[in-house]
C-alpha cells in the first residue's frame, strides 16, 4: 500500500543540472528522516544526503555546495537538486525513507521501515 515513486534522472554533460524526485504513494501520514543514496556498480551504496522531519540536512562531503535535499511534506515528497554535476556522480540515485506513517483501509494506522524508490539513472558526461 506504501510506495516511493522516483522521477527525474537521465544524462547530463558535465556542470549540468538534473532534479530528483521522490514521491511516497499511499494514504501517508507522516514520513521521518529521508535520505538520497546512490550506488556505483562494484561499489557500495553511497550515502549522498539526509533530511530529517525538522528539515535538518547533511551531506556528503563529495556533494557538499552542489547538491540541495529537500522536502515537502503536503506532498510526501523528497527533492535533490544536483548542480555542476561531475562524471563521477554517474549512479543509480534510490531515495530512502526510515519510517512512513500510514493508514491500511484493514488494519488501521502502520508503519513501513526502512523502504527504498526504485532507482533512478543519472548519467554525467565529460
Known amino acids: 500500500q506504501v510506495q516511493l515513486v522516483q522521477s527525474g534522472g537521465g544524462s547530463v554533460q558535465a556542470g549540468g543540472s538534473l532534479r530528483l524526485s521522490c514521491a511516497a504513494s499511499?494514504?501517508?501520514?507522516?514520513?521521518?528522516?529521508m535520505e538520497w543514496y546512490r550506488q556505483v556498480p562494484g561499489k557500495q551504496r553511497e550515502l549522498v544526503a539526509i533530511?530529517?522531519?525538522?528539515?535538518?540536512?547533511t551531506y556528503a562531503d563529495s556533494v557538499k555546495g552542489r547538491f540541495t535535499i529537500s522536502r515537502d511534506d503536503a506532498k510526501k515528497t523528497a527533492y535533490l537538486q544536483m548542480n555542476g554535476l561531475k562524471p563521477e556522480d554517474t549512479g543509480v540515485y534510490y531515495c530512502?525513507?526510515?519510517?512512513?506513517?500510514?493508514?491500511?483501509?484493514?488494519?488501521?494506522?502502520?508503519?513501513?521501515?526502512?523502504?527504498y524508490g526504485q532507482g533512478t539513472q543519472v548519467t554525467v558526461s565529460s
Open positions: 499511499g494514504t501517508i501520514v507522516s514520513i521521518n528522516t
Open positions: 530512502h525513507a526510515d519510517r512512513i506513517f500510514f493508514t491500511d483501509s484493514v488494519l488501521g494506522d502502520r508503519v513501513a521501515v526502512d523502504y
Open positions: 533530511i530529517t522531519s525538522g528539515g535538518s540536512t
